[in-house]
Structure formats: C-alpha cells, structure tokens
DNA sequence: TGTTCTTGACAAACAGTGTTCGTTAGCTAT
DNA sequence: ATAGCTAACGAACACTGTTTGTCAAGAACA
C-alpha cells in the first residue's frame, strides 16, 4: 500500500496507467477500494463466542489487525471515508453488539464512529513506527529522555515509561474507551 | 501544508530546492519542525481558570484547533512521533492536569497519548471531510442512506444520524475519554 | 448491409514530486 | 598561502497522478 501507484498495478496487468481510469475515477477511489477489500478480512465472533463486551474487543482487534498487516493502509483509513459493503457489514456488526450492552441505538453511532477512529489511528500510529524512521523514534527517546527536570518533572519522572507497551496500551485504551461510552451519555 | 513542498518554500526563499538539505534531512524533518511550531499557539490555560477537567478539555480543543487551522497538518501529527520543544511543553502541561485530578503519573503517561492521538485523529477526520471531496461524502451518505432494512436494520434506523453532530460530537468524544481513563486503572 | 454511437484501451505528454551528485564561492584556521 | 569546511546551487534522476488525443471493436439503429 505505502509504494502502490497507478503505474505499478497498470504493470502488474499488463497495460498502461491510462488504462485504469477506466474503471477507477482516482488513485483515492482505488485506495478506498482496497481498503474495503482487505475489510472482508475481519472477523466479527459469532453470538455465543462469549459475552458482548469481549466480542466487541475481538472485532476491533481483528480490524485493527487486518489494517496493520498492510503497511500505509491505516492511513488510508484515515483519509477516506469508507462506505463500502464490508464496512458497512462491519457497523452494523458493531452497532449490534453495542445495543446487546443496553445502549441506546443513537448513543452507539457515536460510540463506532470513536471506536473505529481510535483503532484506525492506533494501527496507524503502530504502522509508523516500525520500519520505517527508526531514527526518528531514537531521537524523540533522546529529546525526551534529556530534559531538564526543573522545567519538565514529569516528562522527566516517566523517562522510558512514556513508549512503554504495545499490545497491553492498546488493549487498556480499548478498556478505557468502552468504559467511557458506557459512562457518558449523549447531550 | 497540503500541496506543500521543497521547491515551494525553496522558491519563497528565493532559493533552489537542493539548498534547504543543508538545513533539514528530509521533508519529513520539515513537517516535524513545522507542526512543532504550529504548537507553539497552543494556549493551556492557567491554574485559577476552572477546574483541572475544563482546563485539560480547553487546552485539548486549542490543540485540536491549532491543527485543524491548517489543511493536512493533522496528518502530519499523525505521521510523525513529535518530539520538539512545544510539543515537550504540552505533553507536561497535559501529565500536570491529569495529575491534579488525582491521577497516578504512569496512567497519566498512557492518558496523554491517547488523548493527543484522539485529538489528532479527530482533526485529521474534520480535515478532510471539507472541501477536499465533496463526492466521496455524498457518495458514502447515499451508500448508507439506502441500504436493505432486513439485512442492516441498525444502519437504516439510524439514518442521517450517522454524520451528526460536528462540535457537540467532539465534546462528548472528549467526555467519553475523560471519563474513561478516570475508570480504568492501568494494568 | 451500412452507419453512427459508445465503450474500453493505450501511448505520449504535462506538470509536478523528493532526493542525489558534482561543482562552485566564501570563510576560517593552520 | 594553503588547506579544510560549510553553505549554496544547477542539473539530473527516477518517480508520481492525471489529461489528451487517437484507435479499434462491438452494439444499436436505419
């Protein structure tokens, strides 16, 4: 996905950029495109796989994973907005499991537009720093690690603490999402 | 900051693009550095102005703002692992607010990075739904609009409901992560 | 059968992009 | 005066998405 252009999937079929434009209006609607067909990838448990809630965290994990096996295409799902048919199977998916913890059915739009806008950026997020600019991760650690305690006491208490967790960060935050929707009802 | 690039500000500069190399590695180097700035706007509002919880939402929607001023400048807070000064100066200033509000500094940690990556995220999604494609907003409004009631009945009671709500929905947001990390003691 | 009309396909060109290379000018230190 | 170093720059490389104009095949209609 980071390094797919035009001119290489023209290629890989044998003919020439032009030629897609046919059935592709934009490179942006081919992004979208893939995306929805990796979406087909997710798994959502089936009813009796356990209560809602854990359904609810299998889902968005199994998202969050299809989207960080493909590097760059995180991204994609931040640019786009998805309307195509294995996300929309994907919503109501999830709007389902919401409304099988009690939720209002207004409440549990807001609720999955945030859980899929945090997984998205969280698989984002995840798909940039790896590979990709280890020098950049290096000196953000050094930028934080060397600051003066006086002016930054906190920073400096943390040290290492602050790029601390992969998995256990995320399952905490789907923690602490979930937790608030429950909690916060709409205006 | 969209459609931003070397030979651009190299030109304004009258300059050649290769010469800005002496000054930054990378045009990622540039974003970094740009964003970095950009959040030296950030206003975090002092101690006697409210509660810590109304500081801490206030400070959050001027980051969310300062980014949202400027077109495709979220996605950079998006791809990049900030590290400048500026950003050093909010990250205290967020750990500071969380800890008055009685909260351990190692949930702490893990609450301002989920906090700033939401808030990213949010302006990153803001960004471009506007102007940018007007179509693809159509086109995903039609693909939910009309769909079969039997097989999404969720999506079809909702309606419209699902692109609701512009500021209201980024308080309740907001309101849903505070409550959330108040609720979920780290693991 | 002959004639339009439409659709898919493609090469070439346009207007850019980030980045590297080789070379110059100016300014110190030795 | 010589050497070394830094900033600067033009040119080129290898790409990118997209548009334009042209061409062939098939369908619809007369």
Redesign the interface.
């Given at each position: 996905m980071a390094g797919l252009s035009l001119r290489k999937v023209a290629a890989a079929l044998d003919t020439g950029a032009a030629s897609l434009y046919v059935y592709v209006a934009n490179l942006?609607e081919l992004h979208?495109l893939v995306l929805d067909r990796v979406l087909g990838e997710v798994v959502t448990p089936p009813q009796q796989d356990g209560d809602w809630r854990s359904r609810l965290k299998a889902a968005l994990r199994s998202y969050s994973e299809a989207l960080y096996a493909r590097p760059g295409l995180a991204?994609v799902a931040?640019?786009?907005?998805?309307?195509?048919p294995n996300m929309?199977?994907l919503?109501?998916c999830l709007?389902?499991l919401l409304?099988q913890g009690g939720m209002e059915?207004?409440r549990?739009?807001?609720?999955v537009?945030?859980l899929l806008?945090?997984t998205?950026?969280?698989a984002?997020?995840r798909d940039?720093?790896r590979g990709d600019?280890k020098v950049?991760?290096r000196?953000?650690q050094e930028?934080?690690g060397s600051?003066s305690p006086e002016?930054?006491?906190?920073?400096h208490?943390?040290g290492a603490?602050?790029f601390s967790?992969e998995q256990?960060?995320y399952?905490?935050?789907l923690?602490?999402?979930?937790?608030?929707?429950l909690?916060?009802p709409?205006?």
């Open positions: 942006d979208a991204q931040l640019s786009t907005i998805p309307s195509g929309v199977e919503t109501e709007l389902d409304q059915l207004d549990a739009a807001w609720a537009d945030l806008l945090h998205s950026a969280f984002a997020e940039n720093r600019d950049a991760l000196r953000a930028a934080l600051v002016k930054h006491p906190h920073i208490a943390l603490e602050l967790g256990s960060r399952d905490w935050a923690d602490v999402l979930i937790n608030g929707v909690n916060t709409r205006p």
